[in-house]
């Protein structure tokens, strides 16, 4: 009888570390599927993006009525979920971030393009100074799968009089070979001391050498060619 009880209490004990050791392993898998699921969720945040044509894009910030609603606008973009998607955490390129996960502010997919065989092209709209309004064309890595680099397209804002529009166009685009954008910005800076008014114009060409935007000025007589959507 004594034998006995010996047996159905090792019986016992067995089933109960085994009963654990599947529980772990439960565990350990379902971890291994979460990390899985972070990591693989690049595609679907590409997704978001939807495919545009590059070449002669004119790229300029988004408008809005007199009750704060957008007017219909390419630039408007699908909003992104900051929880989900770890690849627009970097506070350096993205420096609303937080005020985004605070539901304060948010960031928006609108489009994307193959520049190289070692980037992708996402053209996101994120806040600026008081709005949604900085268009940018951020780099995404292919190999990395993040976004490394952010380059300003389009804004336009003001204060106490002062305002100004930057727009864009995509000039040249060739896959793995070109790209080429020309940037115009105006300013409308009011002196209350003397009554007057001073607009600048500014207008550059940038080329693309495969890492970096290298930037020349353009003469003004060239203004004509690239008219300023938002500017009054």
Known sequence: ????????????????????????????????????????????????????????LHVYTIERDKEG???????????????????VNDENIFINIQACKEGYSNLFAI??????????????RQRSQYDESLIQLMFWDKNQKKIVYAYDLADSFGDAGWYFDKESWIKEFEYN????????????????????????DSLKINHFNGSVFVTKDLNLKDTVYYKLIRWE
């Open 69 to 87: 609603e957008i007017i219909s606008s390419l630039f408007e973009g699908v909003s992104i979920d900051v929880r989900k998607y770890s690849y």
């Open 111 to 124: 489009g994307k393009f193959d520049i190289n065989d070692k980037y992708w092209g996402l053209i996101i």
């Open 177 to 200: 070979k070109k790209l080429i954008i020309v940037n115009r910005q105006k300013d409308y800076i009011p002196d209350e001391e003397t009554s007057t008014v001073t607009i600048t």
């Open 1 to 56: 009888m004594k034998n006995l009880l010996i047996i159905i209490v090792l019986i016992a004990l067995y089933s109960c570390n085994n009963h654990k050791e599947n529980k772990n392993a439960v565990i350990e898998r379902n971890t291994d599927s979460l990390q899985t699921e972070l990591i693989d969720n690049s595609n679907e945040f590409l997704n978001l993006f939807r495919n545009i044509e590059p070449k002669n």
